[in-house]
């Protein structure tokens, strides 16, 4: 069994992932640090783990005017 405690930030997305073990020990954290555009749409996700960068996500968004 882990437990898994997350907080998300005002867009709600993940900013803390800490995951325990049955017995309430700590087994590991992922942390995750983010850059929003204009719009407050994530462009850039970086992912740590033990505050260790393991993980950089980009992704393009793009807007159509009607």
């Known amino acids: 069994v882990m ?3 997350i907080i998300n930030d005002g867009h709600f997305n993940t900013v803390v992932d ?3 073990s049955n017995n309430g020990k700590p087994v590991s954290q992922n942390t995750f640090q ?3 555009d204009n719009t407050g749409n ?25």
């Open 18 to 20: 800490d995951h325990f």
């Open 42 to 66: 994530w462009i850039s996700k970086l992912q740590f783990n033990n505050d260790k960068a393991v993980k950089i996500t980009e992704r393009e968004i793009v807007y159509f005017n009607n």
């Open 34 to 36: 983010y850059t929003y």
């Open 3 to 5: 437990v898994h405690h």
